[in-house]
C-alpha cells in the first residue's frame, strides 16, 4: 500500500507542475487526474478491506 501511496503522491506533483506548464493540454491533466482517482480508490478499496479483515 506505501507503493500505491507514494505513486499517488508522484502524481499530484506531477499533475501541479503540469498546471504550471502552459504548453501541457487539458486531455493530458484530465488522464492524469484520472489515473489519481484510480489509485486513490485502489488505497481506499484496500484500506477498507483491511479494516473488515481486522474487524
Given at each position: 500500500m506505501e507503493a500505491l501511496q507514494n505513486k499517488h503522491s508522484r502524481l499530484s506533483r506531477r499533475i501541479e507542475?503540469?498546471?504550471?506548464?502552459p504548453s501541457t493540454t487539458?486531455?493530458?491533466?484530465?488522464?492524469?487526474k484520472k489515473q489519481k482517482l484510480a489509485l486513490k480508490e485502489e488505497i481506499e478499496g484496500i484500506r477498507t478491506s483491511g479494516a473488515v479483515s481486522v474487524a
Amino acid at each position: 500500500m506505501e507503493a500505491l501511496q507514494n505513486k499517488h503522491s508522484r502524481l499530484s506533483r506531477r499533475i501541479e507542475q503540469e498546471q504550471r506548464n502552459p504548453s501541457t493540454t487539458d486531455f493530458f491533466l484530465r488522464q492524469l487526474k484520472k489515473q489519481k482517482l484510480a489509485l486513490k480508490e485502489e488505497i481506499e478499496g484496500i484500506r477498507t478491506s483491511g479494516a473488515v479483515s481486522v474487524a
